[in-house]
């Protein structure tokens, strides 16, 4: 995936990339929220 190839750096754009992989995580596991939600919905 794009999200975990971005390059750390020790600095402001490493903090930026720590959030970024973090929200990527959090629409990675969207996809199986919803298939919970949907699966038990029916």
């Known amino acids: 995936m794009i ?7 020790p600095s402001i754009w490493g ?3 720590l959030i970024y ?3 990527c995580h959090i629409f990675d596991q969207l ?3 919803y298939l919970l ?3 038990e919905g029916i």
């Open 37 to 39: 939600l949907f699966s």
């Open 15 to 17: 903090k930026l990339s």
């Open 3 to 9: 999200c975990g190839r971005i390059v750390y750096k």
């Open 21 to 23: 992989r973090e929200i």
């Open 31 to 33: 996809p199986r929220v």
